[in-house]
């Protein structure tokens, strides 16, 4: 998830996901900040009631200028 913040409060949130993977995967997401957000928080989740592991690894979030 890549979560929006003004002060405490969350005000937009974007996701990107993918189905089981035998390698490696690359998943990006790009969005314009909100009006109004103070500060952004990628959270790495996975929501799968399947027991199993799941590796993360380079994580980034990059501003980039407007266009």
Known sequence: YLEYWA??????NKSVSTSDAPDWRQLT???????????????VYS???????????DLALVEEPAP
Not at 7 to 12: A, L, Q
């Open 47 to 57: 929501g799968s009631v399947s027991i199993g592991r799941a590796y993360f690894d």
């Open 7 to 12: 002060g405490g409060t969350r005000v937009e």
């Open 29 to 43: 997401i790009s969005v314009t900040a909100p009006e109004g957000a103070t500060h952004a928080t990628v959270l």
